[in-house]
Nanobody, 130 residues
Framework: QVQLVESGGGLVQAGGSLRLSCVVS????????MGWFRQAPGKEREFVAA????????YYADSVKGRFTISGDNAKNTVYLQLNSLKTEDTAVYYC???????????????????????WGQGTQVTVSS
């Protein structure tokens, strides 16, 4: 069993920055790729960014490209999401997610598809004020 615990959310003014962390515990060797999704009130969950542990391949949603950066620290079993130049429309609950080696091909083709991720954290709130 893999557990994901996010932290780092909070209230920030537009233009500010935050760094989200996601600590992976449990059967960590089962985790092959990681992602961040977000869900704003009244909206569906959407893809933000993803990374694989081995090669560091990254993917980003167009809406965050150039502003957000995903990275991983294998030694700490932690994935980070650096959020810069925040906008009010970035306000959402941010979820960390992970997937196994079994789904690596599907993930490579559709990293934005929540269905290829088997593990989810409880979420951390990010609120951007104007």
């Amino acid at each position: 069993q893999v557990q994901l615990v996010e932290s780092g959310g909070g209230l920030v003014q537009a233009g500010g920055s935050l760094r989200l962390s996601c600590v992976v515990s449990g059967r960590t060797l089962s985790s092959y790729f990681m992602g961040w999704f977000r869900q704003a009130p009244g909206k569906e969950r959407e893809f933000v960014a993803a990374i694989n542990w081995n090669g560091g391949t990254t993917y980003y949603a167009d809406s965050v490209k150039g502003r957000f950066t995903i990275s991983g620290d294998n030694a700490k079993n932690t994935v980070y999401l650096q959020l810069n130049s925040l906008k009010t429309e970035d306000t959402a609950v941010y979820y960390c997610s992970g997937g196994t080696f079994t789904y690596r091909s599907a993930w490579s083709s559709t990293p934005h598809d929540a269905k290829v991720y088997g593990y989810w954290g409880q979420g951390t709130q990010v609120t951007v004020s104007s």
